[in-house]
């Protein structure tokens, strides 16, 4: 059964910064198209980034020039560097996995932005 844990998330004062992690296994990670979307109460699941198995990335206008996404196909692992947080940041944050038409979710971890 393919498993996404995601971690990192957590409190922080706006302008600051945090790391989301998620650890996917059961899957041949390289092959597989990773991002992390973003949830808030009573709106849809929304992109937030993505990135391919050939390491092209794509951002969300909201947060281009703010967050990174990038992958370690070793660790199989895909990481959210998200800085300069702003309070709109604030959500759920799942991390997906997709090849053809197969798509897997993580449990999703909460980042609140607030002082």
């Known amino acids: 059964q393919v498993q996404l844990v995601e971690s990192g998330g957590g409190l922080v004062q706006p302008g600051g910064s945090l790391r989301l992690s998620c650890a996917a296994s059961r899957i041949n990670f390289k092959d597989y198209a990773m991002g992390w979307y973003r949830q808030v109460p009573g709106k849809q699941r929304e992109l937030v980034a993505q990135?391919?198995?050939?390491?092209?990335?794509e951002y969300a206008d909201s947060v281009k020039g703010r967050f990174t996404i990038s992958r370690d196909n070793a660790k199989n692992t895909v990481y959210l560097q998200m800085s300069s947080l702003e309070p709109e940041d604030t959500a759920v944050y799942y991390c997906?996995?997709?090849?053809?038409?197969?798509?897997?979710w993580g449990q999703g971890t909460q980042v609140t932005v607030s002082s």
């Open positions: 990135i391919t198995s050939g390491g092209i990335t």
């Open positions: 997906n996995a997709a090849i053809s038409t197969y798509m897997y």
